[in-house]
């Protein structure tokens, strides 16, 4: 009985310290995304204090609650207007979007990444390699080309980019399986097939389109870019990550025991097929939403999961909101470095995640090469 009992208690001990890691980890986040927000803002040709940055934040926030409530809120509290009209329009108008889309889109990718690592239990997976990204570019394109989905006004890109993206995930996870199972080998090769397809199909479009600057935007989405940004651009990434997000963090669980084998997961109640259905169609949604407003921003989503694990293990429940925070944070230091190092030349943000993801890949491929030869 007193082993029982002491193992217990090095259980519950165990699981209080993993709690308490991960409490501390989310509060190192949220004080780090606060501080790469403000650098993100003030850093770039025109250098603009910090003080300013929040200010003009804080007094145009008040300004549009004013407005939308009729309280007088602006004038409960005073914010002294001591920016310049040039400060505040680089500010409120160029930067802030920016930097704001960059951690949406950071965020949606990395639990994207987490849960197809999950789903088809693949270290390897990730919406870049397995041609998701080109996918949702090409429904993408096609909307710009053709005028698909019209009806929808200024969701079309995005109708267009979910579309393709899901048609892809069917795709490359049919080509993947064998006698009903996944072959991890498969998959990749599937998926590396089938982004050249499409990829193939996109540059297709995009020659035979009669629009002149369709290769321009088409460039754009395949190198991956965050400029141009305006905050009526960021309403729906914003709805369809939290969406998408409360979605997983429920099926986190259901995630922990898909790790484990179909088998198991079966056995504790989880219908698999039913299961994967529905959160590929999550992960569609999400993927398809970030690549209409960014283009096509590779290897996110197969970083980020791995650094997490090493942080918190594999349990779903904190991977999931420390990948959100993590790959939020990334991307927008990643947008950082593309928009300031390299002064006056601007790199798209995907060149700097691919001169990052591509030694990344290859090492993690090395690794799980070797684990199987061992």
């Not at 309403?235 to 409360?246: K, R, S």
């Not at 293990?313 to 990643?334: A, E, K, N, Q, Y």
């Amino acid at each position: 009985m007193s082993t029982v009992s002491s193992n217990a208690t090095t259980i519950l001990s165990q699981s209080r310290t993993e709690q308490q890691r991960f409490w501390l980890l989310l509060i190192g986040l949220i004080s780090l995304l606060f501080i790469s927000v403000t650098l993100g803002v003030t850093l770039g040709p025109v250098e603009i204090p910090a003080s300013a940055v929040w200010r003009i934040a804080a007094f145009e926030t008040l300004r549009r609650i004013a407005e939308v409530t009729t309280l007088p809120v602006d004038t409960w509290i005073r914010i002294e207007e001591d920016w310049t009209t040039a400060q505040f329009n680089i500010v409120w108008l160029i930067r802030f979007p920016r930097v704001l889309l960059g951690l949406f889109v950071g965020a949606g990718l990395a639990i994207v990444g987490v849960t197809m690592q999950a789903l088809v239990r693949n270290p390897l997976a990730d919406p870049y390699i397995l041609g998701i990204s080109s996918g949702a570019s090409v429904g993408a394109v096609s909307v710009l080309a053709f005028g698909a989905f019209a009806f929808a006004g200024v969701y079309a890109l995005s109708i267009g980019a979910f579309l393709g993206a899901l048609l892809t995930f069917f795709i490359v996870f049919l080509l993947a399986q064998q006698n009903g199972r996944i072959l991890p080998a498969r998959l990749v090769l599937s998926g590396v097939a089938v982004a050249y397809f499409f990829s193939g199909l996109t540059s297709f479009i995009t020659l035979t389109s009669e629009q002149r600057e369709l290769a321009r935007a088409v460039l754009a989405w395949l190198l991956g870019s965050l400029a141009g940004t305006s905050w009526a651009e960021l309403t729906l990434p914003v709805a369809v990550l939290v969406c998408g997000c409360l979605i997983l963090l429920v099926q986190a669980r259901s995630l922990n025991s898909l790790i484990v084998g179909d088998e198991t997961a079966a056995t504790l109640g989880v219908n698999t097929t039913r299961f994967r259905r529905r959160l590929f169609l999550t992960v569609s949604l999400i993927t398809g939403t970030m690549v209409a407003v960014s283009g096509a921003i590779g290897f996110v989503g197969l970083m980020i999961p791995h650094m997490v694990r090493l942080l918190m293990g594999t349990d779903h429940r904190r991977v999931i909101p420390i990948s959100l925070f993590v790959g939020g944070i990334f991307l927008i230091w990643v947008d950082i470095i593309a928009r300031t190092a390299f002064d006056p030349v601007e790199l798209p943000v995907g060149v700097i995640t691919s001169l990052l993801g591509g030694p990344f890949f290859l090492w993690l491929l090395n690794q799980q090469l070797t684990n199987r030869g061992g």
